[in-house]
Nanobody, 124 residues
């Protein structure tokens, strides 16, 4: 059974850092795109960052450019989201997801497998 399991969320003060992990089991992701999305209370799910599994090419939302970094570890079949200089507005449930192509990355609908989410709370 294919699964994505996120970890690393928590409570942090503004200006602090967290690293989220997304461990994938059940298959490898060659040719796929891995993404991070977030959803704050009362808001729609929004794109945060994505990475092409094969090439390592990355894409970031404007709101996190220069602060968040997405990366992947082949051996561990894991994707990471390093979050620095966190702000209160980064507070949300963060989800990792995978889509089985390398054609796009921004919209949530084409991602066909999602993790359960991990809460990130940034206190101001």
């Amino acid at each position: 059974q294919v699964q994505l399991v996120e970890s690393g969320g928590g409570l942090v003060q503004a200006g602090g850092s967290l690293r989220l992990s997304c461990a994938a089991s059940g298959r490898t992701f060659s040719g796929y795109t891995m993404g991070w999305f977030r959803q704050a209370p009362g808001k729609e799910r929004e794109f945060v960052a994505a990475i092409r599994w094969n090439t390592g090419s990355t894409f970031d939302a404007d709101s996190v450019k220069g602060r968040f970094t997405i990366s992947r570890d082949y051996a561990r079949n894991t994707v990471y989201l390093q979050m620095n200089s966190l702000k209160a507005e980064d507070t949300a449930v963060y989800y990792c997801a995978v889509r089985t192509d390398s054609l796009g990355y921004f919209t949530a609908a084409p991602y066909d497998l999602w993790g359960q989410g991990t809460q990130v709370t940034v206190s101001s």
